[in-house]
């Protein structure tokens, strides 16, 4: 029996170029997936990820991930905050707040592949549940 996680990364994207803390988040969630992968080596997981680009207009959306169509504040304890981002800021050419978030904690710019990784564990628990009523 397969089971599937269906991921998407959003993030500002401007000719071409993505912010410095949505790029972090994005090496953070590939580092994430190949641990779990590795972690739940000989199971059945097929992981989808999906980059889903955003102008200036939805930057409210930049720097989230997505799982299974759940926000990854909606899976495990994190806080969203807003803060000041220079790099947006630059590829914009005006100051930009952009997502950060608060994770047993701490600040961090980017989503660290600790939080990314829980979410996408727990994620699996409530898709092998499923599958087995």
Known sequence: MMIKIYIQWFHLEVNGETC????????????SI?????QHKGK???VFLKDVK??????KYS????????????IIDIQEVQNYCKSCSDMVGKDIDC???????????????????????????????KMRV
């Open 20 to 31: 410095d803390r949505c790029n972090q988040t994005y090496s953070n969630l590939l580092k």
């Open 34 to 38: 190949r641990y779990v992968k590795e």
């Open 44 to 46: 059945n997981i097929k």
């Open 54 to 59: 955003l102008s200036e207009d939805n930057i």
């Open 63 to 74: 720097n989230l991930i997505v799982i299974n169509g759940l926000p990854i504040h909606r």
């Open 99 to 129: 997502r950060g978030i608060k994770y047993r904690g701490k600040l961090y710019n980017s989503i660290p592949a600790v939080a990314i990784v829980s979410a996408i564990n727990r994620s699996l628990y409530f898709q092998s549940k």
